[in-house]
């Protein structure tokens, strides 16, 4: 199985700043790496998918990049309805594994 | 509009089987798979398997084999999860989720928490 090792667990950031989120999989998963934002209560919802394709509707200060086994999810100004848990997706190979989740919340 | 309609919140004794539902609509449920996942507070997000509509197949984590079953029924557009021999392991919220064959889930049912309890 490849194992998913997100970063950090937690972040405290200010309105404006740019946040960085970090997923590491154990072995290249050729971009098939997804990002999901769950809000207190909600489903997840799909931000990026495929690296660095942002999903309709999401707006365009959520960003992803990366290759292999490194990704990060981008925020470029953190806004207050940004505070949720965002986690990352494999869809490289089953069976389908997840990072733990940041818990992103305003300072 | 896609949507994933889940059932009810369940309380279940240890020992027991619960069986959930997914009803699929603003699409055509068999273009896609189905699949579900687990999330708990210890164990964070797991995916148990998926089916495809279409053609009654299942793939399954190995982890939950013998745990969860996966079956779909395509006249009423519903996939179903049964989870069986329920122990507090098996307390928590359970997602269906549609699979875009880009590798990637796109939408979610809204979640059934799942309480095993005396």
């Known amino acids: 199985d490849i194992q998913m090792t997100q970063s950090p667990s937690f972040l405290s950031a200010s309105v404006g700043d740019r946040v960085t989120i970090n997923c590491k999989a154990s072995?290249?998963?050729?971009?098939?790496l997804n990002w999901y934002q769950q809000k207190l209560g909600e489903d997840p919802k799909l931000l990026i998918y495929?690296?660095?394709n942002l999903q309709t509707g999401i707006p365009s200060r959520f960003s992803g990049t990366g290759s292999g086994t490194d990704y990060t999810l981008n925020i470029s100004s953190l806004q207050s309805e940004d505070v949720a848990t965002y986690f990352c997706l494999q869809g490289s190979s089953r069976p389908l594994t997840f990072g733990s989740g940041t818990k992103l919340e305003i300072k | 509009e896609v949507k994933l309609q889940q059932s009810g919140d369940e309380l279940v004794r240890p020992g027991a089987s619960v069986k959930m539902s997914c009803k699929a609509s603003g699409y055509t449920f068999t273009d896609y798979a189905m699949h579900w996942v687990k999330q708990s507070p210890g164990q964070g997000l797991e995916w148990i398997g998926a089916?495809?509509?279409?053609?009654?197949?299942?793939n399954y984590n190995q982890k939950f084999k013998g745990k969860a079953t996966l079956t779909a029924d395509k006249s009423s557009n519903t996939a179903y999860m049964e989870l069986s021999r329920l122990t507090s392991e098996d307390s928590a919220v359970y997602y269906c989720?549609?699979?875009?064959?880009?590798?990637?889930?796109?939408?979610w049912g809204q979640g059934v928490m799942v309480t095993v309890s005396s």
């Open positions: 989720a549609r699979y875009n064959s880009g590798y990637y889930f796109d939408y």
């Open positions: 072995q290249n998963i050729n971009k098939y």
């Open positions: 089916i495809i509509p279409l053609i009654d197949t299942t």
């Open positions: 495929n690296t660095n």
